[in-house]
């Protein structure tokens, strides 16, 4: 359970959030939801969905959508116990109909989400959707027009943004600790393991027409919003290089090197990559400004996980020296759900808005088309 410094940090981004989000129109507030699942049997990351909406505050009831049918008994498991009954349907038009849910969530291999997350927005269903949820931008832009003109939340799974680290960073750097930022440079590394299984080459994932690319698109997009909601700026020009370094038989990089030059004149690199053993993880950020820095590393091996969030500043108000702090530990994925359910309710803002989602798939397919073009991508609003 989340102890009082972690509940203090996530209602602080939350917030954040709600004072960026400029001439909200105020909406009265539901007690309860409905909450609906559009899935199927290659659904990503149902075993977080599942216990993420049970762990929820004001659902009052959960429907399943997979036209296969096969992840009915595993939703069964998790979500019975607390919302009873579960409805469930092999057709996601007919549970939009019947059950009529306030909130979708929407977990499809990427190639067969527009289409469904359209169909939920003329539901007037209010969408949390699986990254990327598209292979190319042109099929996510009018999914955002059209929830903003319904004033509908549309908001890809990019829950990094909720961590109780972006949390206190972004706290650090809206105080103006940092001063101006200078450049930021981080990195997310994970498992080469996962790309040496037949299943995992055979599956969506594995397909750049049926996933839109690899590690870049799948976890570095988590990163690269992380850094752009902390910095509260946005990429003018973006140039990428990806390659199969592990030689894989899959379509999709194992590896790349992005470059930025933000809106702001600051610039910034990202690498990452399935390098490391199987269940590994490192990642880490380091924001520099004209009074100070952020340095945040993760690390997850064979013994456990580690992390570390360090700091300094020049600043006359910040405390001296560099600054070392332990934050508490939350799944952000529970966070964003609830931040999801609270939104649809009008109790809060929603954590990110489709605009922002819209901007981190722009940059990632930009850079991509600079690694095929050997040129720099202008990225345009």
């Not at 972690?6 to 507030?29: D, F, I, M």
């Not at 292979?135 to 003109?149: T, Y």
């Not at 609830?338 to 922002?356: I, S």
Request: glycine share 10%; charged share 20%; with cysteine.
């Amino acid at each position: 359970m989340m102890g009082h410094v972690g509940w203090r940090l996530v209602g602080g981004v939350l917030g954040v959030v709600v004072a960026l989000v400029v001439g909200a129109e105020a909406a009265p507030v539901t007690t309860n939801i409905r909450v609906g699942v559009i899935t199927n049997k290659d659904g990503p990351h149902l075993k977080i969905y599942f216990p993420a909406i049970a762990a929820c505050n004001s659902v009052s009831s959960v429907a399943v959508a997979d036209d296969s049918g096969t992840t009915f008994d595993s939703a069964r498991n998790v979500l019975a116990e607390k919302y009873g009954d579960l409805k469930t349907f092999r057709d996601p038009s007919a549970m939009l109909k019947e059950f009529r849910p306030n909130l979708v969530v929407v977990a499809l291999p990427a190639h067969l989400a527009p289409n469904r997350i359209r169909e939920a927005l003329n539901a007037e269903c209010h969408v949390l959707a699986e990254k990327p949820s598209c292979v190319r931008p042109e099929d996510f832009a009018p999914l955002v027009a059209l929830a903003e003109q319904k004033k509908l939340n549309l908001m890809l799974a990019l829950p990094s943004r909720l961590a109780p680290s972006t949390v206190r960073a972004k706290e650090i750097i809206d105080a103006a600790w940092l001063g101006k930022p200078y450049g930021v440079v981080f990195h997310h590394v994970k498992d080469q393991a996962r790309l040496t299984r037949s299943s995992y080459q055979k599956s969506w994932y594995a397909d750049r027409d049926l996933a839109g690319g690899g590690h870049l698109i799948w976890l570095g997009i988590h990163n690269l919003d992380r850094v752009f909601f902390l910095l509260n700026d946005r990429v003018e020009s973006v140039t990428g290089f990806t390659n199969n370094v592990g030689e894989q038989p899959i379509e999709i990089e194992d590896s790349e090197a992005v470059a930025f030059r933000f809106r702001s004149g600051m610039l910034g690199t990202f690498h990452g990559g399935y390098y490391v053993e199987g269940g590994s993880r490192q990642a880490g950020t380091t924001i520099w400004g004209s009074k100070g820095w952020i340095k945040m590393d993760d690390y997850r091996g064979p013994d456990g996980s580690t992390s570390s969030f360090r700091w300094y500043s020049t600043h006359e108000d910040a405390p001296r020296g560099v600054q070392t702090e332990r934050l508490e530990e939350a799944n952000p994925y529970f966070l964003l759900m609830q931040a999801a359910v609270d939104a649809t309710r009008g109790a809060t803002a929603p954590p990110l808005t489709g605009g922002e989602c819209l901007h981190v798939l722009k940059v990632i397919f930009g850079a991509y088309q600079s690694a095929e073009t050997g040129k720099a991508t202008a990225i345009s609003d």
